[in-house]
Structure formats: structure tokens, C-alpha cells
T-cell receptor, first 116, second 118 residues
Framework: DTGVSQDPRHKITKRGQNVTFRCDPI?????LYWYRQTLGQGPEFLTY????????KSRLLSDRFSAERPKGSFSTLEIQRTEQGDSAMYLC??????????????FGPGTRLTVL | AQTVTQSQPEMSVQEAETVTLSCTYD???????LFWYKQPPSRQMILVIR??????QNATENRFSVNFQKAAKSFSLKISDSQLGDAAMYFC?????FGGGSNYKLTFGKGTLLTVNP
């Protein structure tokens, strides 16, 4: 399967702990996006990368959050000192940036984070 | 900022019947894309159908079609001949057609949970 993959699928942690999620995009895709989806809500944009450059960050991404995409391939999203309000599904998506037309974003299965 | 509103938290339909999911949006932009995404339980989100704002013709993909009313800023999804596999959360989403900055992000509504009854 050559779709977007995310690891782990589920993560349970205690408040105050650090967690890191990984996203592997579709191999030729140069754009990668992170979204957060809380219960009863639609996904909300967090940040995106074009290749290895992080081009935009939402105000939702507090200082405790950091994302990287070394070498423009996989990406990691780290949350430091987790809080109960961080409990959510974290979705990764990727797209192939081409000039002109829209670029469909393909989503991964998500990582569900529960902070106790 | 753009907003997307889905006013139906839940909908149900009998198998083989037709159902319409509603979506309205707010934007000051003249060119943009609208999408319907399907999120089955515990499975990843997939694109169902998209509409480009500059195209007046409503998009159709097999049993799925949209009613795009640009002036009213309305974008509804019609599912014909509903199947059990259509049961899922459906999200309406907006994306600017202008590049740069966070314009590539998708802005989603809260979703409509569709149940298909056999």
C-alpha cells in the first residue's frame, strides 16, 4: 500500500509527558500537512511543509508543539508537557504540489492521543 | 477567515434511497475549491467529490453529486441509491484557489454522521 501512514495509531500518555508522532507521506508528495481533530469537530489545520521547509503554522500550534520534516520525507510532530486538552486525533495529509490545478490532499489514518 | 457550517449533525437514510447533506460556507474570495470528504469509522478520510468555484456545472461522481449555489454560498451533497458502505462521517471542506501562505489548508465543517438503515 502506498498511501499515507501514521505511527502509532493510538497513544495513551500521562499529563506532562512528551509524545512524538510520525507520518510517512506518499513517496513523491512534496507537501505535508498536520491537522488536529477533536471529538465532534472537523479537522483543524496545524501546520504544513513544502519539502523540508515548514511554511505555515496555525495559532493552534502552541510552543509545546514542534514539527519537523527532515530531508523532505517523513515528518514528526512532538508535543511536550502534554495536557488533557491535547487529547485528539492527529491527522497527517500529503499532496503533490504542481502549478495551476488544485492538489488533492490524501489523509493518513491518524494517531489518536489520549492524555490522562 | 473562511468558515464552513454543516447544520445537520446526524442524518439517516434507508438503503437504496437518496439523501442530501447540507453545507454552507462564508468567504470573501472569488475563486476557491469545495470538497466533500468521507471518514468511515476508524478509517482514513477519503475525498468523495470536489467542485471548483469558477465552474458553474455541478460535479458528479457516480452516485454522488453536488448542488453548488455560489451566490447563496451553499454546497450540498446528494447520495443516490444509498449503500450500507456509505455510512460514515461526511465533512464539507473549503480551500482557497490562491496559492501562498496557509491558503493550501483545508477548512472543515463539523461533519454530518450518516447512518444507512438496511
Amino acid at each position: 500500500d502506498t498511501g499515507v501512514s501514521q505511527d502509532p495509531r493510538h497513544k495513551i500518555t500521562k499529563r506532562g509527558q512528551n509524545v512524538t508522532f510520525r507520518c510517512d507521506p506518499i513517496s513523491e508528495h512534496n507537501r505535508l500537512y498536520w491537522y488536529r481533530q477533536t471529538l465532534g469537530q472537523g479537522p483543524e489545520f496545524l501546520t504544513y511543509f513544502q519539502n523540508e521547509a515548514q511554511l505555515e503554522k496555525s495559532r493552534l500550534l502552541s510552543d509545546r508543539f514542534s514539527a519537523e520534516r527532515p530531508k523532505g520525507s517523513f515528518s514528526t510532530l512532538e508535543i511536550q508537557r502534554t495536557e488533557q486538552g491535547d487529547s485528539a486525533m492527529y491527522l497527517c495529509a500529503s499532496s503533490l504540489e504542481t502549478s495551476g490545478d488544485y492538489n488533492e490532499q490524501f489523509f493518513g489514518p491518524g494517531t489518536r492521543l489520549t492524555v490522562l | 477567515a473562511q468558515t464552513v457550517t454543516q447544520s445537520q449533525p446526524e442524518m439517516s437514510v434507508q438503503e437504496a434511497e437518496t439523501v442530501t447533506l447540507s453545507c454552507t460556507y462564508d468567504t470573501s474570495e472569488s475563486d476557491y475549491y469545495l470538497f466533500w470528504y468521507k471518514q468511515p469509522p476508524s478509517r482514513q478520510m477519503i475525498l468523495v467529490i470536489r467542485q471548483e468555484a469558477y465552474k458553474q456545472q455541478n460535479a458528479t461522481e457516480n452516485r454522488f453529486s453536488v448542488n453548488f449555489q455560489k451566490a447563496a454560498k451553499s454546497f450540498s451533497l446528494k447520495i443516490s441509491d444509498s449503500q450500507l458502505g456509505d455510512a460514515a462521517m461526511y465533512f464539507c471542506a473549503y480551500r482557497s484557489a490562491f496559492g501562498g501562505g496557509s491558503n493550501y489548508k483545508l477548512t472543515f465543517g463539523k461533519g454530518t454522521l450518516l447512518t444507512v438503515n438496511p
